[in-house]
Nanobody
Framework: VQLQASGGGLVQAGGSLRVSCTASGLTFGSYGMGWFRQAPGKDREFVGSISWRGDNTYYADSVKGRFTISRDNALNTVYLQMNSLKPEDTAVYHC????????????WGQGTQVTVSS
């Protein structure tokens, strides 16, 4: 089982970036997917999630209205579209799966770095 995140990079404040997470070794369509982030010296923070059906999304207040999560089950991929980025969005972004939206998130991806310059 593997979750591979990609698409991170350096962007100026106010800019946009889309990160992706592609799954292998699991039945992707049965997993709700979450995005989390961790900045240096800080605890891991929930960013948002999408249900296994793709019909429900949830977002942390800090990103609501700026970030959008979507999924493409044909590509086994979940996306995090980030708009109006702020320096405080700088972090390593991880994806994680949760079967049937139940229980703890497992597995986890290795993360992709997003850096927002002011």
């Amino acid at each position: 089982v593997q979750l591979q995140a990609s698409g991170g990079g350096l962007v100026q404040a106010g800019g946009s970036l889309r990160v992706s997470c592609t799954a292998s070794g699991l039945t992707f369509g049965s997993y709700g997917m979450g995005w989390f982030r961790q900045a240096p010296g800080k605890d891991r923070e929930f960013v948002g999630s999408i249900s296994w059906r793709g019909d429900n999304t949830y977002y942390a207040d800090s990103v609501k209205g700026r970030f959008t999560i979507s999924r493409d089950n044909a590509l086994n991929t979940v996306y995090l579209q980030m708009n109006s980025l702020k320096p405080e969005d700088t972090a390593v972004y991880h994806c994680a799966g949760r079967k049937w939206d139940i229980g703890d998130y497992d597995p986890w991806g290795q993360g992709t770095q997003v850096t927002v310059s002011s």
